[in-house]
């Protein structure tokens, strides 16, 4: 017992000395490259230069390091390739920091870019239209929320000028101070989640500017989820047996935003009238129309609405106004997933009565407007 005890004391100890021993590339490269949809912590460095920070930590950004140590680590990777990077290329740089453990520096070169050249308060600046971005992840061991740091500059070798002020820290120290000073009732936008899972989505935003050599600005907390009522309407046709049945559908619908881009949860509540045509013992053309109220419910992971895609709506509609005889008594229709190209779905469904009986599939074409 005492020998199984021990084993897996020690077994735990190098999973955890491992787990802190991780590489860059053991990180994948897309967790920068959603940055920009998000909101967060800006300091304007002047010049055309610009550091944003994204966080999900509810206590504090950065990794509790000097953060000159970590630009010292960032170049000393860099200067191995400083020969071969083309500085007219908008190049991106993703740079891995690993306390105690290895680091690791992937760089992307981008397009050719004109400079322009800028004179302010008789200080000269090279300005690239399109700028280099250097992502810096300070990995805190032990923790699964932390920050990006995510420069945004003319050329590279601009940072260097960080490597002996204390500005970054500055910005740190102000940034953690107006966090503390939040109270207790700020918590990290997602819990129990990894931050690179969640496509930057940072826990704060703000904007810090350099004044009178101090950093001054203002932090506000990003609201976890938005919630919101909409209404919204929908044609459609679909078949019923041996029917083309065209139908109008009504909702009122509760959306609730999830924690990355694109990420929702729907409820709502529709009526749908669906129309039948039959002709009389006279040959007369006559319509008939029977009404369903139904429910549905909807989660969206994200994505592009402009693709062809699957989505999973699941909705139940009971008939509550009954014309003809083309629906029994206690119908209901029953809709699972469907294929969705912006505002166009193609869902199949199906109608029975009572348990179970007389089922009838059927497949639902629409166009649907506020959805």
């Given at each position: 017992?005492?020998?199984g005890?021990l084993?897996?004391?020690?077994l735990?100890?190098?999973?955890?000395y491992?787990?802190?021993?991780?590489t860059?590339w053991?990180v994948?490269?897309?967790?920068?490259?959603?940055?920009?949809q998000h909101?967060g912590?800006?300091?304007?460095?002047?010049g055309g230069?610009?550091?944003?920070?994204?966080?999900n930590?509810?206590?504090?950004?950065?990794?509790?390091?000097?953060?000159?140590?970590?630009?010292?680590?960032?170049?000393?990777?860099?200067?191995?390739?400083?020969?071969?990077?083309?500085?007219?290329l908008?190049?991106?740089?993703?740079?891995?920091?690993?306390?105690?453990?290895?680091?690791?520096?992937t760089?992307?070169?981008?397009?050719?870019?004109?400079?322009q050249?800028?004179?302010?308060?008789?200080?000269?600046s090279?300005?690239?239209?399109?700028?280099d971005?250097?992502?810096?992840y300070?990995?805190n061991?032990?923790?699964?929320?932390?920050s990006?740091?995510?420069?945004?500059?003319?050329r590279?070798e601009?940072l260097?000028l960080?490597?002996t002020?204390t500005i970054?820290?500055?910005?740190?120290?102000?940034?953690?101070?107006?966090?503390?000073?939040?109270g207790?009732?700020?918590k990290?936008?997602v819990?129990?989640?990894?931050?690179h899972?969640f496509?930057?989505?940072?826990?704060?935003?703000?904007?810090y500017?350099?004044?009178?050599?101090?950093v001054?600005?203002?932090?506000?907390?990003?609201a976890?989820?938005?919630?919101n009522?909409?209404?919204?309407?929908?044609?459609s046709?679909?078949?019923?047996k041996n029917?083309?049945?065209?139908a109008?559908?009504?909702?009122?619908?509760f959306?609730?935003q999830?924690?990355?881009?694109?990420?929702?949860?729907r409820f709502?509540?529709?009526?749908?009238?669906?129309?039948?045509?039959d002709?009389?013992?006279?040959?007369k053309?006559?319509?008939?129309?029977?009404?369903f109220a139904?429910?549905?419910?909807?989660?969206?992971?994200?994505g592009?609405?402009?693709?062809?895609?699957?989505?999973?709506?699941?909705?139940?509609?009971?008939?509550?106004?009954?014309?003809?005889?083309?629906?029994?008594?206690?119908t209901?229709?029953?809709?699972i997933g469907?294929?969705?190209?912006?505002?166009?779905?193609?869902?199949p469904?199906?109608?029975f009565?009572d348990?179970l009986?007389?089922?009838?599939?059927?497949?639902?074409?629409?166009?649907?407007?506020?959805?």
């Amino acid at each position: 017992m005492k020998k199984g005890i021990l084993l897996g004391a020690v077994l735990l100890i190098c999973l955890n000395y491992v787990n802190a021993q991780k590489t860059y590339w053991e990180v994948s490269a897309d967790i920068f490259e959603n940055a920009a949809q998000h909101k967060g912590i800006n300091l304007e460095l002047g010049g055309g230069n610009k550091l944003t920070v994204y966080t999900n930590n509810g206590i504090t950004i950065g990794n509790g390091m000097d953060f000159r140590e970590i630009l010292k680590a960032f170049f000393l990777n860099y200067d191995v390739v400083r020969d071969s990077v083309n500085e007219a290329l908008s190049n991106k740089l993703h740079f891995f920091y690993n306390p105690g453990g290895k680091n690791g520096l992937t760089i992307i070169p981008g397009k050719v870019w004109q400079q322009q050249y800028v004179v302010v308060d008789g200080s000269p600046s090279v300005m690239k239209t399109g700028k280099d971005t250097v992502n810096i992840y300070p990995r805190n061991a032990g923790q699964h929320t932390s920050s990006v740091f995510s420069f945004t500059v003319n050329r590279v070798e601009d940072l260097r000028l960080y490597l002996t002020s204390t500005i970054i820290n500055d910005f740190i120290a102000a940034v953690n101070t107006a966090i503390h000073a939040q109270g207790k009732n700020l918590k990290p936008a997602v819990r129990g989640a990894n931050f690179h899972t969640f496509n930057f989505r940072s826990r704060f935003s703000g904007t810090y500017i350099l004044k009178n050599g101090s950093v001054e600005g203002k932090l506000e907390p990003v609201a976890a989820h938005k919630s919101n009522l909409s209404l919204s309407v929908a044609a459609s046709l679909q078949n019923f047996k041996n029917y083309m049945t065209p139908a109008f559908n009504t909702s009122i619908d509760f959306y609730r935003q999830g924690s990355t881009k694109g990420e929702y949860l729907r409820f709502g509540a529709y009526w749908e009238p669906v129309f039948l045509f039959d002709k009389d013992a006279g040959g007369k053309l006559q319509t008939f129309r029977n009404d369903f109220a139904g429910i549905i419910y909807e989660y969206r992971r994200g994505g592009d609405n402009h693709r062809l895609g699957f989505y999973a709506p699941i909705s139940i509609a009971y008939l509550v106004r009954r014309r003809g005889d083309f629906f029994e008594k206690n119908t209901f229709d029953f809709g699972i997933g469907g294929i969705k190209y912006g505002a166009m779905t193609l869902r199949p469904s199906m109608y029975f009565n009572d348990l179970l009986k007389n089922v009838s599939p059927s497949v639902q074409v629409s166009v649907s407007w506020g959805r």
